[in-house]
């Protein structure tokens, strides 16, 4: 039943409302019109069917005679009798004397009883005129008129009435019909209207206005905030529409790029042919106001024919450092960078002993720095037998150990060649960026450490049944606020720049099935724990 219940759209509440209220608020006025006036023309012609018979009747020698005599002949009542039957518009006749007596009436029982009502008091005075009164048999519309003898003496009066019940009935039957009227103007109107709403309904494929203009709005967000150029052209190479992205590139305004022909602009990108063909080419490579751009182009296909071709415009600089954070280069490029520093730092202070004439404390030096590394080194290639996380966290720990934060990896870690649960690549993006992460974190925080140094523990572990990853910091820690945005791309308290490592952690764990959780306190620190436990497919 459910099914089968008709459904109104707002689209058609609202052409329902355009489509019925004018024409309810005319039909109100011309109803309201049109029964005054029929109203007025009713009474009128009833007030005039009145006064007809009134005067008819006070003309008449045989009426004027049975008032004098007190008594009306039969055949003057039965003429009397006969004008109600024949008159519908008529209820009541009454004859009275200057003394009020009726000396006929219709209802035979009223005969010889005095007048009733209250307004023939102008009759007396032997004046015409119109009333509405309460007689005997309810309200009526009453005509008086005078009746006078042979000799010009006023005997009595007559008066016709009609009682308005009757006229009630009769206006009530105007205002139906008026009404019965607009009721069927009103229905094409709305079936108009249901008709109408469902045309325009399928021409917007089901959508209301107010839901295509949400749609509209929320689509320009996310076409401006894309980072690649989008640049829409008609079959003929008029520019359609261009994002924020685009127009940057061009070093130009939306405004002024739109019915721009495309051979004509400054960027002559080749669409013709993919206009031309319907298929997809490039990509290719351009240099345009300092942006390398590495740009393609897609046909724009209506019912499978082409009606114009859209420019994607890649900044290959930004797809290089996204694809240098993603891999984890950046991290190995850090991991070099910091290893050198340190080394020449060392370097140094072997060549001011040298020059000092200290050649054995310089040896000394050598054989306690040598030991270290090696320390260092070997345990931590014993821990983690895959080599190139095992370098990664030594540049991580010189790094720290630039910064003033120590490093440590726990001794319960172990890391096999190969990871069964990540492969290297995602690895390294995930420890790269979460201990980058918290070096970032205590390096930007230092004026609160007075006492105590930053410290970063690592614990990497992986067995037959699963993969843990944990980093802990003495970091300022995340307010709680920001707690529930970390790992959204592009959120960042550090400036530009950043924002995406934690990102690419998240969907690198999502995408393995994996667990992250992160445990931090104001003042206290960051925990974030990693969890892997279903296998990689090999390949």
């Known amino acids: 039943m459910e099914k089968n219940k008709l459904i109104i759209s707002p689209l058609q509440r609202r052409l329902l409302l355009l489509a019925i209220l004018p024409v309810l608020m005319t039909a109100i006025v011309l109803t309201i019109g049109a029964a005054s006036v029929s109203l007025n023309t009713s009474q009128s012609m009833l007030e005039n069917q009145l006064k007809t018979v009134a005067f008819m009747l006070s003309s008449d020698g045989n ?34 004397n200057m003394q009020g007596i009726r000396v006929y009436h219709n209802n035979k029982d009223m005969i010889g009883q ?20 309460t007689g005997t048999m309810g309200l009526q519309m009453r005509y008086f008129v005078p009746i006078m003898d042979h000799e010009g003496e006023q005997i009595g009066f007559v008066m016709a009435s009609s009682l308005i019940s009757r006229v009630q009935a009769q206006e009530r039957h105007i205002i139906r019909t008026l009404v ?21 309904r399928k021409v917007l494929m089901g959508y209301e206005p107010e ?51 495309i051979k ?17 080419s490039g990509p290719d490579e351009i240099t345009l106001h300092g942006f390398h751009l590495i740009c393609e182009y897609l046909p724009i296909l209506s019912k499978d024919k082409c009606i114009g071709a859209v420019a994607v415009l890649h900044d290959e600089t930004r797809m290089q450092e996204l694809a240098k954070e993603l891999t984890g280069v950046n991290h190995f490029i850090e991991s070099l960078r910091a290893n050198q520093h340190e080394f020449m730092n060392k370097l140094h202070v072997i ?54 934060i120590e490093i440590n990896l726990s001794p319960n870690s172990y890391l096999p060649h190969h990871s069964a649960f990540l492969s290297t690549d ?32 690592v614990m990497i572990h992986e067995d037959t ?23 959204v791309r592009g959120f960042t308290t550090k400036g530009s720049g950043h924002g995406n490592g934690l990102a690419a952690v998240q969907r690198i764990i999502r995408d393995a099935d994996g667990e992250i959780t992160v445990d931090s306190h104001e003042g206290e620190g960051t925990s974030i724990s990693i969890f892997l436990r279903k296998r990689r497919e090999r390949r």
Not at 265 to 280: A, C, D, F, H, W
Not at 363 to 392: C, F, P, W
């Open 264 to 280: 004509q602009s400054v960027l002559k990108l080749p669409l013709e042919q993919t206009i031309r063909t319907g298929k997809e």
């Open 211 to 261: 839901q295509i203009a949400q749609i509209l709005a929320e689509r320009e967000d996310v076409f401006e905030s894309l980072d690649e150029g989008l640049l829409a052209v008609d079959v003929e190479g008029n520019v359609l529409l261009s994002n924020a992205a685009a127009c940057r590139f061009l070093d130009n305004d939306a405004q002024s790029l739109r019915g721009e022909k």
């Open 465 to 487: 049944q699963a993969l843990m990853v944990t980093v802990d910091d003495n970091g300022p820690g995340i307010p709680e606020s920001q707690l529930n945005r970390i790992f």
């Open 426 to 457: 995602s690895l390294i993006t995930v420890l790269g960026n979460t201990i980058e992460n918290s070096i970032e974190a205590i390096d930007s925080a230092r004026l609160s450490f007075e006492e105590e140094d930053g410290q970063i523990d």
């Open 351 to 404: 060549l001011g002993l040298l020059q000092v004439g200290e050649v054995d404390a310089a040896k000394d030096y050598i054989t306690r720095l040598s030991d270290h590394e090696n320390g260092v080194s070997q345990g931590i290639v014993r821990q983690i037998e895959n080599r190139t996380v095992a370098a990664m966290l030594l540049g991580k720990m010189a790094h720290g150990h630039e910064l003033g």
């Open 114 to 133: 005095h007048f009733v009502g209250g307004d023939e008091n102008r009759a007396y005075q032997g004046e015409s005129y119109a009333s509405t009164a």
């Open 180 to 200: 019965s009227l607009v009721m069927v103007l009103l229905v094409p109107c709305i079936v108009l209207a249901i008709g109408s709403a469902d045309r325009i």
């Open 63 to 96: 009426v004027a005679e049975g008032l004098t005599r007190g008594k009306m002949a039969d055949a003057t009542s039965a003429y009397l009798d006969s004008i109600l039957t024949d008159n519908n518009s008529i209820d009541i006749i009454s004859i009275a």
